[in-house]
Antibody, heavy 122, light 107 residues
């Protein structure tokens, strides 16, 4: 069974750093792109970027480039999303999701993590 | 980036009725690069349709997608109680973007 399990809820202060995780299981983790998606409270979905765990090839949405870092460690089948300095506006739910099409950079998402809520508040 | 506009914002219907949701793209996404998701409160989105018209694994046949180019439709033939949710369209022709969502609520 394919599963993406995300790390738990985080409460941080603006300016602090944070790294959240998404562990995949039940499939060949290295072979499928993983995306990160933001959902601010009461709002729609926003694509942040993707990573190919096989070689750590990464692509970012221009809206998030420079503010977050996406990484992966295929040895522990885990992808990461990190901030070096959180802003209050980063308060949101963050989802990881797997590309349905193996190897393909252009794909819909067939499996999703349960979400990690992040709150950045002073 | 390709902008997706979903309409209506909210659809108020009764169980058993037919729901028709629209997604319009600011430029062509071809016939293959459009997906639909269902999201219930407190849950992650669930893939319903990919390639504009292909139902994802395990999705009931009351859900159907159609369209190409810039105009796409998701139809739920007869609403079941579990279908009341928010629906998102997504294009993946280039960079990925999502529409703003349509909420299907009980009338």
């Amino acid at each position: 069974e394919v599963q993406l399990v995300q790390s738990g809820a985080e409460v941080k202060k603006p300016g602090e750093s944070l790294k959240i995780s998404c562990q995949g299981s039940g499939y060949s983790f290295s072979d499928y792109w993983i995306a990160w998606v933001r959902q601010m409270p009461g709002k729609g979905l926003e694509w942040m970027g993707i990573i190919y765990p096989g070689d750590s090839n990464t692509r970012y949405s221009p809206s998030f480039q420079g503010h977050v870092t996406i990484s992966a460690d295929k040895s522990v089948t885990t992808a990461y999303l990190q901030w070096s300095s959180l802003k209050a506006s980063d308060t949101a739910m963050y989802y990881c999701a797997r590309h349905r099409s193996k190897y393909s950079v252009n794909s819909d998402f067939d499996y999703w993590g349960q979400g990690t809520p992040v709150t950045a508040s002073s | 980036d390709i902008v997706l506009t979903q309409s209506p914002g909210t659809l108020s219907l009764s169980p058993g009725e037919r729901a028709t949701l629209f997604c319009r793209a600011s430029q062509s996404v071809g016939s293959n690069y459009l997906a639909w998701y269902q999201q219930k409160p407190g849950q992650a989105p669930r893939l319903l349709v990919h390639g504009a018209s292909r139902r994802a694994t395990g999705i009931p046949d009351r859900f159907s997608g159609s369209g190409s180019g810039t105009d796409f439709t998701l139809t739920i033939s007869r609403l079941e109680p579990e279908d009341f949710a928010v629906y998102h369209c997504q294009q993946y022709a280039g960079s990925v973007t999502f529409g703003g969502g349509t909420k299907v609520e009980i009338k």
